[in-house]
């Protein structure tokens, strides 16, 4: 089976910090961009971090620059997202996806692909 699959959500009080996974099962993340987007309730979709195809570069969103961390597990075949000083407006389902060819670390949803079920993070004041 071809998905992706992303998990660590939970509830987490305000300051704290949780580590978000997206394994890959029956699909290629080597040499691909990773991005990590989010969906407030009521809202639409939002770029948060993106990987590059080598895990050499990086882009966030302004809204969690200096506190959310993106990374490429060894294997090739994770991404992680490192979130630490949550706050409760981080509170939102957590999706990854895989970067179509030539992302170079794009923001914009339309240029990802394969998109898991997501992960809800809950951020309490």
């Known amino acids: 089976q071809m998905q992706l699959v992303e998990s660590g959500g939970g509830l987490v009080q305000a300051g704290g910090s949780l580590k978000l996974s997206c394994a890959a099962s029956g699909i290629l993340l080597g040499g691909y961009a990773v991005g990590w987007f989010r969906q407030h309730p009521g809202s639409e979709r939002e770029f948060v971090a993106a990987?590059?195809?080598?895990?050499?570069?990086?882009n966030y969103a302004d809204s969690v620059k200096g506190r959310f961390t993106i990374s490429r597990g060894n294997a090739g075949n994770t991404v992680y997202l490192q979130m630490d000083s949550l706050k409760p407006e981080d509170t939102a389902v957590y999706y990854c996806?895989?970067?179509?060819?030539?992302?170079?670390?794009?923001?914009?949803?339309?240029?990802?692909?394969?998109w898991g079920q997501g992960t809800q993070v809950t951020v309490s004041s």
């Open positions: 990987i590059n195809w080598n895990g050499r570069n990086t």
């Open positions: 996806a895989r970067g179509k060819d030539n992302s170079d670390l794009s923001a914009a949803a339309v240029n990802y692909y394969y």
